[in-house]
């Protein structure tokens, strides 16, 4: 059984890896000590699709000023504002690939079922014109799903509310590969599946997938790239 994040957090602050899991120097241990987030993510995920099945999602992530300075103070040894080679290796390995414990803060469901990504390759971390650090990595699947025949939803959230991970406000969701497929999605506050002592509801992104008609159409009504927000 994985440790709860906070603990992770705690044991891990003297480590580099707690560049990323901690964000700061001290971690007091009273629940109210995180009733706040110390790190915010603004995300996006992309849909990978292989004949008709969902195979991987991509994930990209642009973190907060602060944060970004912190890993940048760490890992840029050349001071060029990139990651190149031993740098991005740097940042995988000491401020990325402990998330692994925490299904890298991205929540991926099957019929209200939490399915388990089985790794996270093609990591690049970088740095943008305004000095923000950026991650992207590709989360795949064991066995693909198939939107059509199941519900996927996909939520992006750290459990104990110390990151705040948000949907981007332009395109949150993408998807890529769906040739024969008409897909958008529909956002909504997850009341099922509440966070932080049940105060925080996430955000979750639930796939809607239809096989397109010959005219190319498709039975949903919607044109690719739709998409509803569900109040």
């Known amino acids: 059984m994985s440790m709860p994040l906070s603990i992770a957090l705690a044991t891990a ?5 707690a560049i990323l899991v901690a964000g700061i120097s001290m971690l007091a241990t009273a629940p109210s000590a995180f009733a706040h987030p110390h790190v915010w993510i603004d995300a996006n995920a992309e ?17 907060d000023d602060l944060f970004s300075m912190t890993l ?15 740098e991005n290796t740097a940042v995988h390995d000491n401020a990325f ?12 469901r099957k019929n209200e079922e939490l399915v388990s990504f089985a790794g996270a390759t093609d990591f690049v971390a ?5 000095r923000r650090v950026s991650y ?18 996909l939520s ?11 949907y ?14 008409s897909c958008h999605f529909e956002m909504s506050e997850d009341e099922k599946n509440r966070i932080y002592f049940d105060l925080v509801a996430p955000v979750r992104a639930d796939v809607v997938c239809a096989a397109k008609m010959a005219d190319g159409s498709s039975s949903s009504g919607l044109a690719p790239g739709d998409f509803v927000l569900v109040e």
């Open 13 to 17: 602050r003297k480590n580099v890896t």
């Open 47 to 63: 849909f990978v699709f292989e004949d008709g099945k969902i195979t991987a999602v991509h994930m990209h992530w642009l973190f």
């Open 72 to 86: 940048i103070d760490e890992f840029d040894k050349n001071f060029d504002t990139r990651f190149f080679g031993d």
């Open 97 to 108: 690939s402990a998330l692994s414990e925490f299904s890298w803060l991205t929540h991926l």
């Open 126 to 130: 970088d740095i943008t014109d305004d």
């Open 136 to 153: 992207d990595f590709k989360l795949m699947l064991e066995t693909p799903l198939d939107p059509i025949k199941d519900a996927i939803s």
């Open 156 to 166: 992006v959230y750290d459990a104990e509310y110390y990151i705040d991970v948000a």
């Open 168 to 181: 981007t406000q332009v395109d949150p969701v993408l998807f890529a590969g769906a040739k024969n497929l």
